[in-house]
């Protein structure tokens, strides 16, 4: 079975695999880096990197799991995976709820970048043009293609982890390495809640690539593995650094303070030559917001092209930009209802909708795979 349910464009539109390890490390620290900070330290206190320790192995377990399955399953992308292992009627039932949460999942990126903005730079402009702008520029990206994409990632991952290293630096007169201490000051239990949240966003989010790596190059397909885990490396090196570092300077106010490496940026002043420079880290951070959005509307219309077996799936880019705006602009707006998603209700999501889909075709095909094997012995 190839993936003649996609588009003929999309059979075009293939890339190498560095381009998607790129692809894969602006998804897993695109929004993470500004957001996952302060809540972890909010519950974990000091202990807030090792929560992350982990919940990056449970990111990296997850990952084999999609890697495997696009090993048994070459050229295929996750509803192929499932129409194989659970039928159609199968993968009706799992999916349909995946592509409902996507939807509020691009929508919900949009909200805090909304926020972000609202909260940091701009105060007095309002969150409609804000949004509409995002997403106007995101269909755009999209609508030229997974190739385009890859690309201009290649080019501003250098701007986004250039603006990271460049706050991280200049604010180490300010570093207090004894605020790490105590490490667990109430005991496993707030490490452990910690990282739930932090294996919820983002990690467990990792499991809808399974639907875009088919689209690396047949020639680099054995090293996709390799080069994704190197990004998963330096996704769970750069947040480990950035919550330890906000620690640092922060000390107890790092998990009341939100977007914790803006307000890195507002506190760096190198006499009177290098000051108020927290406007053009944000928008830097953006970069990693925009990156994030363009590849889960991108994986959304791929999914919805499967899925309704279209022959051109490009043509719901627009649609599905203005659902998704419709959904950024009348559901939670509001700061607390976001961190609350944040901490308790997306996790519980992400494992539900998209990870336990991902574990039972995993499981199944397993499964039938050694008694394949099982049967071949016997004979």
Not at 54 to 63: E, K, M, R, Y
Not at 213 to 241: C, F, H, P, Q, W
Request: glycine share 8%; aromatic share 10%.
């Amino acid at each position: 079975m190839n993936r003649g349910a996609g588009s003929a464009a999309a059979k075009q539109d293939r890339i190498g695999s560095v381009q998607m390890a790129v692809l894969f490390l602006f998804f897993m620290t695109g929004s993470s880096i500004v957001i996952i900070p302060a809540p972890l330290t909010n519950v974990a206190g000091n202990g807030a990197w090792l929560s992350l320790l982990i919940a990056w192995a449970a990111g990296a377990l997850l990952l084999a799991c999609v890697l495997y399955l696009n090993r048994r399953y070459p050229g295929r992308s996750l509803f192929e995976y499932g129409r194989e292992a659970l039928g159609n009627a199968g993968t009706a039932l799992l999916l349909a709820p995946f592509l409902c949460v996507m939807f509020w999942h691009v929508a919900g990126i949009v909200i805090e970048i909304g926020l972000f903005f609202k909260s940091t730079m701009l105060k007095e402009t309002p969150t409609y043009a804000v949004n509409s702008v995002l997403l106007v520029t995101i269909a755009l990206t999209v609508r030229a293609g997974l190739e385009v994409m890859a690309r201009m990632a290649s080019v501003f991952l250098g701007l986004m982890f250039g603006a990271i290293v460049l706050v991280l630096a200049l604010v180490g007169p300010l570093y207090h390495p004894e605020y790490l201490m105590p490490v667990m000051p109430d005991g496993i239990g707030p490490i452990l809640n910690a990282a739930y949240i932090a294996y919820g966003f983002p990690y467990a989010e990792l499991a809808v690539f399974a639907f875009i790596l088919a689209d690396v190059k047949e020639r680099d397909s054995a090293k996709i593995g390799k080069r994704l885990y190197l990004a998963l490396a330096v996704n769970g090196l750069t947040l480990l650094v950035s919550v330890a570092c906000s620690i640092m300077v922060l000390g107890p106010l790092s998990g009341d303070l939100k977007y914790s490496l803006y307000q890195l940026a507002r506190l760096i002043f190198i006499r009177e030559i290098i000051e108020r420079i927290e406007s053009v880290i944000g928008f830097s951070l953006i970069v990693g917001f925009y990156f994030k959005t363009s590849i889960l509307l991108h994986i959304l219309v791929r999914a919805l092209g499967l899925a309704f077996r279209l022959p051109n799936e490009r043509i719901l880019v627009f649609p599905v930009a203005l659902l998704c705006l419709l959904l950024s602009l009348t559901t939670y707006t509001e700061e607390a209802k976001m961190e609350e998603i944040v901490s308790i209700v997306w996790p519980l999501l992400d494992n539900l909708v998209y990870v336990a889909p991902l574990l039972l075709i995993a499981a199944v095909t397993a499964l039938r795979g050694r008694a394949g094997r099982s049967r071949g012995r016997d004979v």
